[in-house]
């Protein structure tokens, strides 16, 4: 199948802003793109890119005073298959994981897992290791939040989520991960396009979607304690220890967030 992916976003700077920006397709999707997306500004100032740590590919701009807009209209193709699952994929002990995968054991700025470990291990330490210990996981983190925008707050950590109850798709990613790694298996945050392919209405409001994956059996798999089943068309953005790793904008400077538009749409091959 064949997606349309893209977004508008308008800032209002008071002054010249430098800004960082997380917005393009991961190197992993590269092949599926038919329509590349390129950051478009209005009005047009100099852009230069980079990759950063995790590999995620990364744009530098100096946002002029006033409004800028900043667009991206794309294509890109997909198996419109859903995300796999395997239930025999087995956990590795810590001692054997390598090494790239242990720096996503520990914890991070959303992600306590000192403040959450003695609280997994109570919930989770009776549980089957490997795929069944994370989709347990997620059953939880499914059930125990309450989803709603109004909850969204940018500073709002897993051990937050854990005791309000509310929040929204990052929230759920984030209590997730930080509960995997409480028992011992590594995870790390994505975030990317995923729309209501195959789902039936009603359709909420596009956004860019949080999601996880845990390292299982030598495999990074995905999963997704918000919607909590496999679904299709995920075109992923980036990758990182948790969202301050991949937040689609880094301002150095006031401003306002003006406008916001996501779509992710199928598009016939009619």
Known sequence: MKIRIGYELI??????TPMILTLSVHYSRVSDIIVPDHLIADPPVPLTAYRDSFGNWCSRIVAPR?????????????????????PHASQTPVEALPDETLLFLLGSRYCE???????????????PTGWARVQTICDYVHQHIVFGYEHARSTKTAYEAFHERTGVCRDYAHLAIAFCRCMNIPARYCTGYLGEIGMPPPYAPMDFAGWFEAYLDGHWYTFDARNNTPRIGRV???????????????????????????????????
Request: proline content about 6%.
């Open 236 to 270: 992923l953005i980036a990758r990182g220890r948790d969202a301050a790793d991949v937040a689609i904008s880094n301002t150095f400077g006031p401003n306002t967030l003006k406008g916001f538009k996501v779509w992710t749409d199928e598009v016939s091959d009619g």
């Open 11 to 16: 800032y209002d700077c008071p002054q010249p």
């Open 113 to 127: 897992t000192d403040r959450l470990s003695e609280t997994a291990w109570h919930l989770f330490g009776n549980s």
């Open 66 to 86: 006033g409004q800028v807009r900043l667009s991206t209209d794309a294509l890109v193709r997909d198996t419109g298959v859903p995300d796999p699952v395997v």
